[in-house]
């Protein structure tokens, strides 16, 4: 197990010191618009959304070792391509390998399942998910720092192959030291036809479809934001990768402290749905002072502020899924909450490039605030009434 926490770790650092701090300014480098740098960055969820499903069958019919090795093959083609990318074209194969082939989070979770008995499954996903988010903190610094500061000019090529040894390391690490279970016994046939039978069960859970609006329009704007912050903060403080580095990897930390720490505070003096409101109230808040942003110390603010939200509201509605479905069906119901976040984020992410090519870089964020008002509006009374 400790080897595959090892893996996931190495895998999301290699991911993400790439797709945060480096491609957006290596894609406008090469000549592209905001508008075009946000479909370079939400391309690979695009992707995922397809090609996911068929890797997961894969992987129940040839193991997870392999899927694994191909998709740590995949990512290390796409780094390479990336590091002498010195034409969008070239940039996009890139991307688009990645995208067919990784499985590493969808695939390594299924094998975290087969590697864990009932009593330890949750532990060990939380270990997962955690080796996962500490990738995120360690990534985008230092690839960051690797690339530089100069925004017109960043050293792609050395962030480039910095992931690219990492996915080296993964490989070796998965031939040689991953052992998964051989004692698993699956019925695909038997699993295809309860999946079907329970989303269509879902069609009766007509309390819980609020839950999935208010999930996929949240991270709609959250997504959006994430998508255009890179350009944002050259556009208002002229930062290049080392600053959003740094910037992403503080974001990371707050995320990791308000999923450990904050919530359990909100949820013991509120109810799930009051925190819920609260989450949305406190991303509109960071939005809004991102917009008067003139100084670090507001956008401190704001950064918390939003990291506050998104780290309450996400784990926060799915366990309010969880607690309000049958537990035949909980995990469709996750699943079909995710699908959702996938569609906000390859969605969300081309929509704030255009509105912020097109007028201004403050435009997608009054955008979002008005989504985030409206939402606190339509649903006041559902959450904190009821």
């Known amino acids: ?36 740098v946000t479909i370079y960055i939400s391309v690979f969820s695009f992707i995922q959304f397809f090609v996911s499903p068929l890797l997961g069958k894969l992987s129940d019919r040839f193991g997870r070792k392999p899927l694994l090795v191909s998709s740590s093959i995949a990512d290390f083609m796409s780094h390479i391509v990336m590091a002498v990318a010195n034409t969008l074209p070239l940039l996009f194969v890139s991307r688009l390998i990645a995208g067919l082939f990784s499985c590493n989070l969808s ?45 017109l000019n960043p050293i792609y090529f050395n962030s480039s192959i910095f992931a690219a040894s990492i996915n080296i390391i993964n490989i070796f690490i998965l031939l040689f030291f991953l052992k998964p279970p051989s004692n698993i016994s699956k019925d695909s046939n038997k699993g295809v036809s309860v999946k079907k039978e329970t989303i269509m069960s879902l069609l009766k859970y007509k309390n819980l479809s609020y839950l999935f609006v208010l999930y996929f329009l949240v991270n709609f704007v959250f997504s959006g934001l994430n998508g255009i912050f890179a350009l944002w903060s050259e556009a208002k403080f002229e930062w290049g990768p080392q600053q959003i580095g740094i910037m992403m990897s503080f974001v990371g930390l707050l995320l990791a402290f308000h999923q450990a720490v904050t919530i359990n505070y909100f949820i013991k003096k509120l109810n799930e749905k009051r925190t819920i409101f609260i989450s949305i109230l406190f991303i509109f808040i960071g939005i809004l002072s991102l917009t008067l942003s003139s100084n670090y110390l507001i956008l401190s603010i704001s950064i918390f502020f939003c990291t506050m939200g998104i780290g309450l509201l996400n784990p926060t509605i799915n366990s309010l899924l969880s607690m309000s479905s049958d537990k035949n069906q909980t995990g469709s119901l996750l699943s079909i909450n995710q699908s959702g976040l996938s569609i906000a984020r390859f969605t969300s992410q081309p929509f704030s490039g255009f509105f912020f090519q ?9 955008i979002g605030l008005f989504i985030l008002f409206l939402i606190k509006i339509i649903y006041y009374k559902k959450l904190v009434k009821d």
Do not use: C, Q, W
């Open 1 to 36: 197990m400790n080897i595959l926490l090892l893996y996931v770790f190495l895998d999301v650092v290699a991911f993400s010191s790439i797709l945060i701090a480096v491609l957006p300014f290596h894609a406008k480098m090469l000549g592209a618009g905001p508008f075009l």
């Open 107 to 151: 695939v390594g979770s299924a094998l975290v399942s087969d590697m864990t008995n009932s009593n330890e499954r949750t532990k060990y996903i939380g270990r997962y998910n955690s080796a996962y988010s500490l990738g995120f903190v360690i990534g985008p610094l230092v690839g960051g720092y690797l690339a530089g500061s100069d925004s």
């Open 358 to 366: 097109s007028f201004s870089a403050n435009t997608p964020l009054y």
